[in-house]
């Protein structure tokens, strides 16, 4: 039972990337997944969101309009589509389920509850 982030890599100032987090042994279906980032010598933080059920999203400030979450419960995924990437927004990015309710998304950001593995973000000339 694991969730795994893939995808990141180093990308130029004002390109884009997309982060995957699949889901095995267990399925996404119903849950909500939050997207969450940790940069050196920085607190982790809240990136993103969709629910589990209406596919209601949120998003931070700082990626609004540049950030998409989207997901595919056939394939038991979550996405990160970024755009238009920033140097500040280098950081190792993570996916995790969160605590109840567990489909519902207001308040990700202090209810991470079962981690994937990073995947790293790297935004440099």
């Known amino acids: 039972v694991q969730l795994q982030a893939s995808g990141g890599g180093l990308v130029q100032p004002g390109g884009s990337l997309r982060v995957s987090c699949a889901a095995s042994?267990?399925?996404?279906?119903?849950?909500?997944v939050g997207w969450f980032r940790q940069a050196p010598g920085l607190e982790r933080e809240g990136v993103s969101c969709?629910?589990?059920?209406?596919?209601?999203?949120q998003y931070a400030d700082s990626v609004q309009g540049r950030f998409t979450i989207s997901r595919d419960d056939a394939k038991d995924t979550v996405y990160l589509q970024m755009n238009n990437l920033k140097p500040e927004d280098t950081a190792t990015y993570y996916c995790?389920?969160?605590?109840?309710?567990?489909?519902?998304?207001?308040?990700?950001?202090?209810?991470?509850?079962?981690w994937g593995q990073g995947t790293l973000v790297t935004v440099s000339s």
């Open positions: 995790a389920t969160l605590k109840p309710p567990y489909y519902y998304c207001p308040g990700y950001e202090a209810r991470p509850d079962f």
């Open positions: 969709i629910s589990g059920t209406n596919g209601k999203t």
């Open positions: 042994g267990f399925t996404l279906t119903g849950y909500a």
